[in-house]
């Protein structure tokens, strides 16, 4: 496709979709998380990492009953983001509503009902087997919040998603190499235009049902080229064939100009991703040897490595 038709669909993209919702305030929200110097000694310069997170939803009416998902329970997204923190990065944390956290990975699924008890009728208490988790979510959560060091933004719709990631991407410009991408969203690839989908709910009555899905419009290459051009780009490719992976992943690295591809496979994802690179591809696993350990610890310490060397790079 040339460059001139990827933007008339990008551009009729927004203009068709929903307007977001409190989009003024999102934007001063995160100029001021982007241009706040957080004190902490350990930040790593003036480093911000958006880390998109859980997959996006495609709404088939406009007052929406059904859509259509994208599988993603945001444990990859909601793990990245602590070890950024941890390595010195701020963090904007662009999140579906209702997946994984950082720092809730090890509470239960209803950690409200499970971690505490009723002390007595008037008052409730942490459970002591959830004493240390609950502890460590709270405080880990509030150095971050507090610190500066985190923003959390939400979303559920294919629409919001691509609103948001062009607004952080404007409000990121200004860092130059300093700024990271690491788009580990599962993000829809085909949606129903705004201005054609039925506004309410589609009656079965009216028997089978027959529905044109557009494509929606490669973001990644206007996002490296043009919205953020200096920004270092990581996305993520992923596949349930381990035949067409690392192929397809290579596609991508060159088509959107990406400065390095994570290709994972949806049944080992947990255990290893491979990070294809314009020099060559770098297998990353977890260390099984240590327990509770995950695959997300080497590999943000591989892409803050390489991002370094990119920032190195860029400076001289
Ligand atoms: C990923 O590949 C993520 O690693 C996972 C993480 C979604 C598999 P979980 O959230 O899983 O921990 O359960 N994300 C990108 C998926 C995606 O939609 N990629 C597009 C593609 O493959 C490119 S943007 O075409």
Redesign the pocket.
Known sequence: MDSATLHEEIDSFFESAPPLKDSAKITDKLNQFVQFDSPSSERKGRRVVCVT??GTTVPLEQRCVRYID?F??????AASTEYFIKAGYKVIFLYRRGTCQPYCRSLPEDPLLECFELADDSDFRVRQSHSEAVKGAIRNHHTAVAGGLLLKLPFTTIFEYLQLLRIIASSMRSLECHAMFY?????SDFYVPWKSMAEHKIQSASGPLDMRLMQVPKM?SVLRTEWTPMAFCI????ETDSKILLEKANMALRKYKMHSVVA?E?LT?KEEVTVVTESGNISVCRDKTRAGSDVEDPLIELLVNRHSNYIKDAST
């Open positions: 997170s859980g994208n993603s329970s945001g444990n990859r997204g788009l580990a969203a599962a993000v990644l996305s993520f490719k992923l994972n949806l994802r």
